[in-house]
Nanobody, 122 residues
Framework: QVQLVESGGGLVQPGGSLRLSCVAS????????MNWYRQAPGKERELVAS???????NYADFVKGRFTISRDNAKNTVSLQMNSLQPEDTAVYYC????????????????WGRGTQVTVSS
């Protein structure tokens, strides 16, 4: 199996910054993409940033210019630097990885972390 563990959430004032990290471990041959999603109370889970391997990252319009996703392929980690945080950014942030588990099969599987709470409030 594959495990994803997020860290770095917390309480921050409006305008502040946080850095989230996620590490993937387990049976991993390669990771096609590592992404960040979020889910606010009463809302559906939504894509925040996507980091495909070897290609430019993609961002949701509501975080462009404020958030930056970065990957370390050698360490199977992904980070999300969040600047200029606003109360509407309050949500549980989830790490997602699209993983190819073995060299034998080209099939990939989507895995999720348990999430880390980000609260933006004065």
């Amino acid at each position: 199996q594959v495990q994803l563990v997020e860290s770095g959430g917390g309480l921050v004032q409006p305008g502040g910054s946080l850095r989230l990290s996620c590490v993937a471990s387990g049976m991993i041959f390669s990771i096609n993409a590592m992404n960040w999603y979020r889910q606010a109370p009463g809302k559906e889970r939504e894509l925040v940033a996507s980091g495909p391997s070897g290609r430019n990252a993609n961002y949701a319009d509501f975080v462009k210019g404020r958030f930056t996703i970065s990957r370390d392929n050698a360490k199977n980690t992904v980070s999300l630097q969040m600047n200029s945080l606003q109360p509407e950014d309050t949500a549980v942030y989830y790490c997602n990885a699209i993983v190819r588990r073995t060299s034998v099969s080209p099939l990939v599987t989507s895995y999720w972390g348990r999430g880390t709470q980000v609260t933006v409030s004065s």
